[in-house]
C-alpha cells in the first residue's frame, strides 16, 4: 500500500512548496475574522501535509511544516522576515536571571549540601561549574528526565544563587518589570492573536476524542477512507507481549515490531497500520483479543488520519510556541497570559486548566511535550509562576485522583509539577495560607484510603493487588506534603499559624487512623497459618517518618503553634484511649510499703500494636516544650496540667515489652511478620519516630511519677510484679526445675527490664532531654559506631539516621571522633574511632542492636587489655537533663529500685542454679555504677544553698529492713568480689567500690573526719587481694606480650601476603607442584652467555622431576616418558592491535602465515603452571564433562566455564583454562647432534638452502602432476640436481612416546580451534602456523608488559609465566614432529622466499608488512624440518643463527625505511662514531635502491638512534625465544633493571654490538637482497606517500585516558544517543575502554545478530574491537563490565572513588567521584596479561548468580 501512495505524495509536495509565508501573513493581517481565515489555512494544509502514509516522514513534515504552516506565523508575529524579525526581539529582550534548562534523561545534576534550601534544587553541569558550590560539598545524580535548573532563583540557595554566566547586574535588579515593555505594541498586539489562536488549536486538538471526525472547523470538504490503527502505551504489558501481539495482528516481522514497541514506549503511542477503516478495524480486534487475557487490553484505536495528523501538527506548535518564547521574555509573559486566560465557560476553562485536567488522558508523547512547555513558560515567569501555582493547587485534588487512577509512571504526569511549585518556599507559603494546601494534601490522601476497621483504622489486612497498586500511587501525595512543609517559615503570621494549625488538625486525623492499626495477639498452642499483613502499615509509617519530624520542626519554630499544637495532639490521644478502655479491671501493686492502682494488662495476652504515632507525636512536641524559653521561665503556662502520666506511658510501655517477650521467645508462633516489625521499629530509617520517642514518652512519665509507681506498674506490665513482691519468691522459683524454659523466659525479662530502666535514665542525648546540643547527640551515634568496628563512610552514614534532606550531620563531627586511613589498591577508606573517645563508651547505647552490643562489647575489652586496662566498662558521664525531665534520676534510689537490685544480686550471691543470670547481674551493676555516677556529678556541682538530695551511696550501704534483714548492696558486692564464677566481672565490681570510696570521700566534705567502716573493710580486703592481684597481674602482663607478638607476626605475614600476592602464590605453586625445573641457571662463570647458534653455550642436561597435582606422583620429564602437561588457556587478542577495524572475514579461507605488523589478530596462550599427567587429565577433564551434562539436564544452569568448548577449570586453582600443554625438555638438543663440517658462512648458508628449497619444489611439483609418464619423470629428475648431502626421502623417526604425541597434537589443534574459531581439524596445514604464532604472539606481549613496567627481561618472573613461555616454546619447536614433514617444509620455504625471492613465491606480502619476530620463530621452528634431511653436516644452531642474523637485518631495513624522516635539528657535535658512519652509509644505499624517494638524511646519529630504539623490542623477544628454546641461562646483566641493556643483548644474541657490521660482513649477498626488497611495488607506493605503515618501536596500546571528575564522563553520555532511533537518548551507555566507543547498551533498539543469535551492542563491540574480550564502563551505574564471548561477564569496580575512598556503583550515593589512576592502572594490568577472562571466571565462582545473567544482552 506503501507504494502505491508514494507518488502521490511527491506530487502534492510541489503544490505545496508554491506557498508563500509572506503573503499568507499579508492577507491574514488584513483579515477580520483572524481565526476563520487561519483555520480554513489549517484545515486545508495540514492533511496535505501530515500523515500520508503508513510511516511518518519527520524530516520532510517538519520541512513542509515550517514552510506552509509555521513560515506565515513567524511573518505575521514579526510583521517582516522573520530572519530579521527574530534577532531584533532577541537583542531587545532583557534576559531573565533564571537558567531554566530542562534536563535530559541521563544528564548529570548537581546539588550543593551546604547551600541548597533543599535536595530538589539542582544546577545544570554548566551553571554548577561557574558557580561557587564546585568548592562546596555537593551531591552528584543523573537526571531522570524533567525538571530544570535552578540557577538564578533566589529561594533555592541560600548563598551563590547566581553562576558566572547568570550573575546580574545587581544595578539591574528591579523588582518585577513587565517585560512587555521592550516590545512595541504592535508586536504585542500580534503576537497575542496569533499566540491565542494557536494555542487554542493546539489544546483542542490534543484533547479531541473523536476517533473520525473533525473539530467543526476543521473539518474537510472530501474525506478520504485513510485511517491509522493507533497503538497506545501501557505500564501493564511488557515489551515481549506487545511485540509479540503485533506480529500476530499486522504480520509484521519482529523487527518492525521491535521497532512498534520501541516507539510506543517512548511517544506513547504509534500507528501500527494505515489502510481503509475495515483493514484498520481488523487489526485492531485481533490486538485487543489477544492481549485481554491477562488484565486489561491494550489499548487500540482507529483514527481518520486527518486527526492524527492534526494531532502531530499541534505537537509539533507546541515545541514550536516553546521555542519561538525563547526569543523574548515579553514573548513569553503573552503566552503566558493567553494560557491563563480564563475562557468563555468560567472556572477552570483557561487553555492551561484545560491542558492540565485531561492529563491523564493524554499519550505520553503528548504530554511531556506540553510539561516542557509549561516549565519553559509558566515557571520561567515569576509572575505567572504564582498564578500558575494557584491554578495547580486549585485542581490538586482532581489531578491527584486522575494521577492515582492513571497507568503512567509519575514523571508523565502533570501531577509531578509539584516539586516545581511546593518547593519553592514562598509559593508553598503562600498556598498554604490562601488555598489551604496543607489539608487539601492530606486530605485528598486521606480520601484515597479508605480501608478501616470499625475502630476507623487503616486496615491493609485483605487489600487486593489494585489497592496496593493504587496505595503505592498515593504515596507520591506524602512527598507532596514533605515538600510543602521542606522550608521552615521564618516569620509567622497569624493567618499562617491558623492555616498550619489547621493542617495540623488534618494531619493528626491521619495520624489517628495509624493509631493502633494492625494489632496483634500472641499466639499460643499452633503456628499462625497465615502470615498477615504488615508492609503497608510500615511503608506508610516510613514515608510520613520525615512528615513527622518536619512537622515537629514547625511547632519548634513557634512558641504559640507549639504550645496549640500540643493540646490538639494531647485531646487526639485522649481521644484515642479516653480513660483505661476496654472495662480493663483495676488492681493494687504494692512493694516497699508503696503502692499504686493501676489495670490488669497482659501483653502475652491481650491485644496490642506497634503502630503509636500520635503518642509518639505528644513525646517530640514535649521534648521541643522542654527545650523552648516557657519551659524555663514559665512553666506554669505549659499545658502538663491535664496530662496524666499513667496513660502516657501505657501504650508505649506495651510496645516496649512486646519487643522483650518477643526476645524471649514467647511470641515464637507468631512467625515473621512481628519479628519483621520489631525489627523495623529499631531500624534506623524508622526508629526516630518510633522506638526513640517511645523511650522519650517513658521518661515523659516517670519525671512526673512517683519513681515507685513508675516501677511498680512496669514489673506488672512485664510480667515480673510476682517475682519481686513476693520476698523469697526467687527461691521458691528455683526449685520448679520442671518449668525451666518460664525460668529461661523470666530471666530474659528482667534481663530486658533492667536494659530499659538504664535506657530510660542514660538516654539523654536527645536536646530538650538532656542539656546537650544536636552535635553531641550525632557525635555519640558515631562514636557507638565505630566503638564496633572501624567503618567506611557509606557503612556509617547508612547506619545514622538522615534527615529530610537526606544529611546526617556526620561531616561536621567526624574530624572530631575519628581517624580516616585511606583505601589501597582494593578496600574502601576506613575511619577509626580515636582512642580518647572510647571513655565515651557506654555499652548498653540504645541504638545497638544486640549483635552489635555484643560485638562492641568484645572490641571494647580487647582495646583495654592492648592498652593494659582492667576490662571493666563503666557507665560513662552523662550529661545533666533538662529541668521538665530533671526528677528522672531518682529511679536509680527508689526504694523499688534498691530492691530490685538487691534481689538480683542476692540470687547471684547464692549462686543456685539458673535461676538467675550474668546478664542480669552486669545490667544491675550498670545501674549501679550510672547511680554513682549522678551522685558524683551532683557532689562537684553542688551550690552553697542546695543540698544534695542524690544520696545513693548512704542507701546502698544500709543492709535491707525486715522482714528480709537481707545485707546491703554494698556488702553484697564485696562478697561478689571473690566469687570465682564471676571472673569477668571481678574489674566492674572492683571500680564500682572504688567509685564509691570516692564518692564517699567527696561527701565527707571535711578531711578530719573519721573514716568509714565500710571503707576499712575496703581497703582491707583489697591488700588481701593485693598479692594475688599483683601475681594475676602480672601473668597477664605476659600473656598480652605473647598475644601482641602473634597478633604482630600474623599482621606481618599477612601485609607481606598483601604486599607481594604475586610472589606468594608462586610460592604456594611451587609447594602444590614441585615444578623442580632444577634451578635452570646452573652456576655460569664469567664466560659470556650465548643463546644460539654454533657458538652456543652448552649447557648440562638437567633432569626434571615434576609432581602430578592430581595423582600426586612424582616423574621426570623425558622423551619416552609418559607425558606431563600444564594446564592452559587459549585465547584470541587483539591487545597489541594496531588496527582494531581489521578483524579475520572469513577463518576458512584466512591464511595466517605472516603476521601484519600490525598484530591485528593473535592468539595468546596463558597457563596457571599446574601440572598433571596427561592420563590424569583426560580422566578429570572426562568426568568434568559427565557431570556437567547431568547438571545441564537437570538444572539447566549456565557454569562460569563452556564445557562444550573444552573449558574447564584448573583442578587446583580453578583457574580458567581450555586445554594442556606438554612439557618438553629443550627440543633441539634432540636434533642437535649433526656438527661435523666446517660451518658455511650466511652467503653459503642462502645458497644452499635455495638449493634444497628448488629440489623440494620440483619433487613436490613431480608428485602433484599425474603419474602418466614414468620416462619423462626420470628425466626430469637427472635435470635436477640434488644438493650435497641432501636427501629428501629421509624422514626421521619420531622421539616422543605416543603419550606426549597426542599432547602435541591435542595442544596444537585447540590453538589452531581458538586462534581461528573454526572446527578442530588436526590435519589442517594451518595447525602448526598457528602453534608457532601464539608462542610468537605470547613472548611479544610478555615484552610488551615488562618494558611498560620498566622491569628487566629476565628478571624474576613469576614462576607461572616462566614456566607458561618455556613449555609454550618447547611445544612450538618440537610440534612439527607430529606434522605432515612437507606441509612444514612448504611453510618453511614460503617463509623464506619472503626475505630470499624465488620465482614459485609471488604474491608475498613485502618486507614492510611483516611482523618480523612472528617470521624469525616460524623460520627457526619450520627449519628443522627441512634440516632433517640435510645429511652435509651443517648444523641445526647454524641455521638458526644465519635465519636471525637475516631476519635481523631485514627487520633493520623495515625500520630505516619507516623511520620517521622528519629532521631532527639536534645534530651531535661529538665526532660521528662507528655506528653512525656505518648506519649513513646503508641509509645512502637504501636511498639508491629506491630510487632516490627516500628522504636524505644528514646525520648518522638520528638514524641509529631510530635504529637502536626501533630493534630493541625484537631483540629482547628474541632472547626470550632462545633462551626457552635451547635453555641457555639469561646473562646476569641483564635480570637486574636498569638501562636498556643493548650490548648485553647482542651479546648473548651472538650478534655484533655495530648491528650494521651485519650487512657489511655480508654485503655480497645483502645487497642484491636489499634491491629486491626495495623494489617491491608496495615499498614504492609508500615511499611515494600512497599508503601507510606501521613504525619502529610500536607503542604499547593503553586504555583510553579517562576524565578525572567522573561528572564529565555522565555529561558526555548524556549528549550520546542510539546510532539507532533517531536522536533517542541511550539508556544505558556504555564506554568502551579500549577504543573509546560509546555505545548503546542493554537496549532492544541497537540488538545486532551475531552468528545467528541477537545480542546487544556491547558483546556485537567484543567481537570487533576485542576478538571476544571487552572492557566497558557502564557510565549511569558506574562499573565496570568485562566481557568475553556471549556468555561469559562480571561486574568490577571502577576507577572512581569519592573523597572517602569508596566507589558508588549504581551512583547511589552521588559523592563527587575522582580517577583514580593506579586503580585504572589495574584494569589495564588485567588487560594487557590477557586475564579478563580468567577474572570473570573467578568473579563467576564467587559468585554464582553472576552466571545467570544473559551477558550477550548488554
Ligand atoms: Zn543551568
Ligand atoms: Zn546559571
Ligand atoms: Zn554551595
Ligand atoms: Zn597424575
Ligand atoms: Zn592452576
Ligand atoms: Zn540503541
Ligand atoms: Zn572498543
Not at 582 to 589: R, V
Not at 1326 to 1345: F, H, K, L
Request: aromatic fraction near 8%; charged fraction near 25%.
Amino acid at each position: 500500500m506503501a507504494s502505491e501512495l508514494e507518488p502521490e505524495v511527491q506530487a502534492i509536495d510541489r503544490s505545496l512548496l508554491e506557498c508563500s509565508a509572506e503573503e499568507i501573513a499579508g492577507k491574514w493581517l488584513q483579515a477580520t475574522d483572524l481565526t476563520r481565515e487561519v483555520y480554513q489555512h489549517l484545515a486545508h494544509y495540514v492533511p496535505k501535509i501530515y500523515c500520508r502514509g503508513p510511516n511518518p516522514f519527520p524530516q520532510k513534515e517538519d520541512m513542509l511544516a515550517q514552510h506552509v504552516l509555521l513560515g506565515p506565523m513567524e511573518w505575521y508575529l514579526c510583521g517582516e522576515d522573520p530572519a530579521f524579525g527574530f534577532p531584533k526581539l532577541e537583542q531587545a529582550n532583557k534576559p531573565s536571571h533564571l537558567c531554566g534548562r530542562v534536563f535530559k534523561v541521563g544528564e548529570p545534576t548537581y546539588s550543593c549540601r551546604d547551600c541548597a534550601v533543599d535536595p530538589t534544587c539542582v544546577l545544570c553541569m554548566e551553571c554548577f561549574l561557574g558557580s561557587i558550590h564546585r568548592d562546596h560539598r555537593y551531591r552528584m545524580t543523573t537526571s531522570g528526565g524533567g525538571g530544570f535548573c535552578d540557577c538564578g532563583d533566589t529561594e533555592a540557595w541560600k548563598e551563590g544563587p547566581y553562576c558566572q554566566k547568570h550573575e546580574l547586574n545587581t544595578s539591574e535588579i528591579e523588582e518585577e518589570e513587565d517585560p512587555l515593555v521592550h516590545l512595541s505594541e504592535d508586536v504585542i498586539a500580534r503576537t497575542y492573536n496569533i499566540f491565542a489562536i494557536m494555542f487554542r488549536y493546539a489544546v483542542e486538538i490534543l484533547t479531541w476524542e473523536k476517533e473520525s471526525e473533525l473539530p467543526a472547523d476543521l473539518e474537510m470538504v472530501e474525506k478520504s477512507d485513510t485511517y491509522y490503527c493507533m497503538l497506545f502505551n501501557d505500564e501493564v504489558h511488557t515489551y515481549e507481549q506487545v511485540i509479540y501481539t503485533l506480529q500476530k495482528a499486522v504480520n509484521c516481522t519482529q523487527k518492525e515490531a521491535i521497532g512498534f514497541a520501541t516507539t510506543v514506549d517512548r511517544d506513547g503511542r504509534r500507528s501500527v497500520r494505515y489502510g481503509d477503516f475495515q483493514y484498520c478495524e481488523q487489526a485492531k480486534s485481533v490486538i485487543v483479543r489477544n492481549t485481554s487475557r491477562q488484565t486489561k487490553p491494550l489499548k487500540v484505536q482507529v483514527m481518520h488520519s486527518s486527526i492524527v495528523a492534526h494531532q502531530n501538527f499541534g505537537l509539533k506548535l507546541l515545541s514550536w510556541l516553546g521555542s519561538i518564547i525563547g526569543y523574548s521574555d515579553g514573548l513569553r509573559r503573552i503566552l503566558c497570559q493567553v494560557g491563563l486566560q480564563e475562557g468563555p465557560d468560567g472556572e477552570n476553562s483557561s487553555l492551561v486548566d484545560r491542558l492540565m485536567l485531561s492529563d491523564s488522558k493524554l499519550w505520553k508523547g503528548a504530554r511531556s511535550v506540553y510539561h516542557q512547555l509549561f516549565m519553559s513558560s509558566l515557571l520561567m515567569d515569576l509572575k505567572y509562576k504564582k498564578l500558575f501555582a494557584v491554578r495547580f493547587a486549585k485542581n490538586y485534588e482532581r489531578l491527584q485522583s486522575d494521577y492515582v487512577t492513571d497507568d503512567h509512571d509519575r514523571e508523565f504526569s502533570v501531577a509531578d509539577l509539584s516539586v516545581q511549585i511546593f518547593t519553592v518556599p514562598s509559593l508553598a507559603r503562600m498556598l498554604i495560607t490562601e488555598e489551604n494546601l496543607m489539608s487539601i494534601i492530606i486530605k485528598t490522601f486521606m480520601d484515597h484510603l479508605r480501608h478501616r476497621d470499625a475502630h476507623g483504622r487503616f486496615q491493609f489486612e485483605r487489600y487486593t493487588a489494585l489497592q496496593a497498586f493504587k496505595f503505592r500511587r498515593v504515596q507520591s501525595l506524602i512527598l507532596d506534603l514533605k515538600y510543602v512543609l521542606i522550608s521552615k517559615p521564618t516569620e509567622w503570621s497569624d493567618e499562617l499559624r491558623q492555616k498550619f494549625l489547621e493542617g495540623f488538625d488534618a494531619f493528626l486525623e491521619l495520624l489517628k487512623c495509624m493509631q493502633g492499626m494492625d494489632p496483634i495477639t500472641r499466639q499460643v498452642g499452633q503456628h499462625i497459618e497465615m502470615e498477615p499483613e504488615w508492609e503497608a502499615a510500615f511503608t506508610l509509617q516510613m514515608k510520613l517518618t520525615h512528615v513527622i519530624s518536619m512537622m515537629q520542626d514547625w511547632c519548634a519554630s513557634d512558641e504559640k503553634v507549639l504550645i496549640e499544637a500540643y493540646k490538639k495532639c494531647l485531646a487526639v490521644l485522649m481521644q484515642c484511649h479516653g480513660g483505661y478502655t476496654d472495662g480493663e479491671q483495676p488492681i493494687t501493686l504494692s512493694i516497699c510499703g508503696h503502692s499504686v492502682e493501676t489495670i490488669r494488662y497482659c501483653v502475652s495476652q491481650e491485644k496490642v500494636s506497634i503502630h503509636l504515632p500520635v503518642s509518639r507525636l505528644l513525646a517530640g512536641l514535649h521534648v521541643l516544650l522542654s527545650k523552648s524559653e516557657v519551659a524555663y521561665k514559665f512553666p506554669e503556662l505549659l499545658p502538663l496540667s491535664e496530662l496524666s502520666p499513667p496513660m502516657l506511658i501505657e501504650h508505649p510501655l506495651r510496645c516496649l515489652v512486646l519487643c522483650a517477650q518477643v526476645h524471649a521467645g514467647m511470641w515464637r508462633r507468631n512467625g515473621f511478620s512481628l519479628v519483621n516489625q520489631i525489627y523495623y521499629y529499631h531500624n534506623v530509617k524508622c526508629r526516630r519516630e518510633m522506638f526513640d520517642k517511645d523511650i522519650v514518652m517513658l521518661q515523659t512519665g516517670v519525671s512526673m511519677m512517683d519513681p515507685n509507681h513508675f516501677l511498680m506498674i512496669m514489673l506488672s506490665r512485664f510480667e515480673l510484679y510476682q517475682i519481686f513482691s513476693t520476698p523469697d519468691y526467687g527461691k521458691r522459683f528455683s526449685s520448679e526445675i520442671t518449668h525451666k524454659d518460664v525460668v529461661q523466659q523470666n530471666n530474659t525479662l528482667i534481663e530486658e527490664m533492667l536494659y530499659l530502666i538504664i535506657m530510660l535514665v542514660g538516654e539523654r542525648f536527645s536536646p530538650g532531654v538532656g542539656q546537650v546540643n544536636a552535635t553531641e547527640e550525632i557525635k555519640r551515634e558515631i562514636i557507638h559506631q565505630l566503638s564496633i568496628k572501624p567503618m567506611a563512610h557509606s557503612e556509617l552514614v547508612k547506619s545514622l539516621p538522615e534527615d529530610e534532606n537526606k544529611e546526617t550531620g556526620m561531616e561536621s563531627v567526624i574530624e572530631a571522633v575519628a581517624h580516616f586511613k585511606k583505601p589501597g589498591l582494593t578496600g574502601r577508606g576506613m575511619y577509626e574511632l580515636k582512642p580518647e573517645c572510647a571513655k565515651e563508651f557506654n555499652l548498653y547505647f540504645y541504638h545497638f542492636s544486640r549483635a552489635e552490643q555484643s560485638k562492641a562489647e568484645e572490641a571494647q575489652r580487647k582495646l583495654k587489655r592492648q592498652n593494659r586496662e582492667d576490662t571493666a566498662l563503666p557507665p560513662p558521664v552523662l550529661p545533666p537533663f533538662c529541668p521538665l525531665f530533671a526528677s528522672l534520676v531518682n529511679i536509680l534510689q527508689s526504694d523499688v529500685m534498691l530492691c530490685i537490685m538487691g534481689t538480683i544480686l542476692q540470687w547471684a550471691v547464692e549462686h543456685n542454679g539458673y535461676a538467675w543470670s550474668e546478664s542480669m547481674l552486669q545490667r544491675v551493676l550498670h545501674l549501679i555504677g550510672m547511680a554513682l555516677q549522678e551522685e558524683k556529678q551532683h557532689l562537684e556541682n553542688v551550690t552553697e544553698e542546695h543540698v544534695v538530695t542524690f544520696t545513693f551511696t548512704q542507701k546502698i550501704s544500709k543492709p535491707g529492713e525486715a522482714p528480709k534483714n537481707s545485707p546491703s548492696i554494698l556488702a553484697m558486692l564485696e562478697t561478689l568480689q571473690n566469687a570465682p564464677y564471676l571472673e569477668v566481672h571481678k574489674d566492674m565490681i572492683r571500680w564500682i567500690l572504688k567509685t564509691f570510696n570516692a564518692v564517699k570521700k567527696m561527701r565527707e566534705s571535711s578531711p578530719t573526719s573519721p573514716v568509714a567502716e565500710t571503707e576499712g573493710t575496703i581497703m582491707e580486703e583489697s591488700s588481701r587481694d593485693k598479692d594475688k592481684a599483683e601475681r594475676k597481674r602480672k601473668a597477664e602482663i605476659a600473656r598480652l606480650r605473647r598475644e601482641k607478638i602473634m597478633a604482630q607476626m600474623s599482621e606481618m605475614q599477612r601485609h607481606f601476603i598483601d604486599e607481594n600476592k604475586e610472589l606468594f602464590q608462586q610460592t604456594l605453586e611451587l609447594d602444590a607442584s614441585t615444578s623442580a625445573v632444577l634451578d635452570n641457571s646452573p652456576v655460569v662463570s664469567d664466560m659470556t652467555l650465548t643463546a644460539l647458534g654454533p657458538t652456543q653455550t652448552q649447557v648440562p642436561e638437567q633432569r626434571q622431576f615434576v609432581t602430578c597435582i592430581l595423582c600426586q606422583e612424582e616423574q621426570e620429564v623425558k622423551v619416552e616418558s609418559r607425558a606431563m602437561v600444564l594446564a592452559a588457556f587459549v585465547q584470541r587478542s587483539t591487545v597489541l592491535s594496531k588496527n582494531r577495524s581489521k578483524f579475520i572475514q572469513d577463518p576458512e579461507k584466512y591464511d595466517p602465515l605472516f603476521m601484519h605488523p600490525d598484530l591485528s589478530c593473535g592468539t595468546h596462550t596463558s597457563s596457571c603452571g599446574h601440572i598433571m599427567h596427561a592420563h590424569c587429565w583426560q580422566r578429570y577433564f572426562d568426568s568434568v564433562q559427565a557431570k556437567e551434562q547431568r547438571r545441564q539436564q537437570r538444572l539447566r544452569l549456565h557454569t562460569s566455564y563452556d564445557v562444550e568448548n573444552g573449558e574447564f577449570l584448573c583442578p587446583l586453582c580453578e583457574c580458567l583454562s581450555n586445554t594442556v600443554i606438554p612439557l618438553l625438555l629443550p627440543p633441539r638438543n634432540i636434533f642437535n647432534k649433526l656438527n661435523f663440517s666446517e660451518q658455511p658462512n650466511l652467503t653459503q648458508w642462502i645458497r644452499t638452502i635455495s638449493q634444497q628449497i628448488k629440489a623440494l619444489q620440483f619433487l613436490r611439483k613431480e608428485e602433484s602432476t599425474p603419474n602418466n609418464a614414468s620416462t619423462k619423470n626420470s628425466e626430469n629428475k637427472d635435470e635436477l640436481q640434488l644438493p650435497e648431502g641432501f636427501r629428501p626421502d629421509f624422514h626421521p623417526k619420531n622421539p616422543y612416546s605416543e603419550s606426549i604425541k597426542e599432547m602435541l597434537t591435542t595442544f596444537g589443534t585447540a590453538t589452531y580451534k581458538v586462534g581461528l574459531k573454526v572446527h578442530p581439524n588436526e590435519e589442517d596445514p594451518r595447525v602448526p602456523i598457528m602453534c608457532w604464532g601464539s608462542c610468537a604472539y605470547t613472548i611479544q606481549s610478555i615484552e610488551r608488559i615488562l618494558s611498560d613496567e620498566d622491569k628487566p627481561l629476565f628478571g624474576p618472573l613469576p614462576c607461572r609465566l616462566d614456566d607458561c613461555l618455556r613449555s609454550l616454546t618447547r611445544f612450538a619447536a618440537a610440534h612439527w614432529t607430529v606434522a605432515s614433514l612437507s606441509v612444514v617444509q612448504g611453510h618453511f620455504c614460503k617463509l623464506f622466499a619472503s626475505l630470499v625471492p624465488n620465482d614459485s613465491h609471488e604474491e608475498l606480502p613485502c618486507i614492510l608488512d611483516i611482523d618480523m619476530f612472528h617470521l624469525l620463530v616460524g623460520l627457526v621452528l619450520a627449519f628443522p624440518a627441512l634440516q632433517c634431511q640435510d645429511f652435509s653436516g651443517i648444523s641445526l644452531g647454524t641455521g638458526d643463527l644465519h635465519i636471525f642474523h637475516l631476519v635481523t637485518m631485514a627487520h633493520i631495513i623495515q625500520i630505516l625505511l619507516t623511520s620517521c624522516t622528519e629532521e631532527n635539528g639536534m645534530d651531535q657535535e661529538n665526532p660521528t662514531c662507528e655506528e653512525e658512519s656505518a648506519v649513513l652509509a646503508l641509509y645512502k644505499t637504501l636511498h639508491q635502491y629506491t630510487g632516490s624517494a627516500l628522504k636524505e638524511i644528514p646525520s648518522g646519529w638520528h638514524l641509529w638512534r631510530s635504529v637502536r630504539a626501533g630493534i630493541m623490542p625484537f631483540l629482547k623477544c628474541s632472547a626470550l625465544f632462545f633462551h626457552y628454546l635451547n635453555g641457555v641461562p639469561s646473562p646476569p646483566d641483564i635480570q637486574v633493571p636498569g638501562t636498556s641493556h643493548f650490548e648485553h643483548l647482542c651479546n648473548y644474541l651472538s650478534l655484533p654490538n655495530n648491528l650494521i657490521c651485519l650487512f657489511q660482513e655480508n654485503s655480497e649477498i645483502m645487497n642484491s637482497l636489499i634491491e629486491s626488497w626495495c623494489h617491491n611495488s608496495e615499498v614504492k607506493r609508500y615511499l611515494e606517500g600512497e599508503r601507510d605503515v606501521i613504525r619502529y618501536p610500536r607503542e604499547s596500546n593503553k586504555l583510553i585516558n579517562l576524565p578525572e571528575d567522573y561528572s564529565s564522563l555522565i555529561n558526555q553520555a548524556s549528549n550520546f544517543s542510539c546510532p539507532k532511533s533517531g536522536g533517542d537518548k541511550s539508556r544505558a551507555p556504555t564506554l568502551c575502554l579500549v577504543c573509546g566507543s560509546l555505545l548503546c547498551s542493554q537496549s532492544y533498539c541497537c540488538q545486532t545478530e551475531l552468528e545467528g543469535e541477537d545480542v546487544g551492542a556491547c558483546t556485537a563491540h567484543t567481537y570487533s574491537c576485542g576478538s571476544g574480550v571487552g572492557i566497558f564502563l557502564r557510565v549511569r551505574e558506574c562499573q565496570v563490565l568485562f566481557l568475553a564471548g556471549k556468555t561469559k561477564g562480571c561486574f568490577y569496580s571502577p576507577p572512581y572513588l569519592d573523597d572517602y575512598g569508596e566507589t558508588d556503583q549504581g551512583l547511589r550515593r552521588g559523592n563527587p567521584l575522582h580517577l583514580c589512576k593506579e586503580r585504572f592502572k589495574k584494569i589495564q594490568k588485567l588487560w594487557h596479561q590477557h586475564s579478563v577472562t580468567e577474572e570473570i571466571g573467578h568473579a563467576q565462582e564467587a559468585n554464582q548468580t553472576l552466571v545467570g545473567i544473559d551477558w550477550q544482552h548488554l
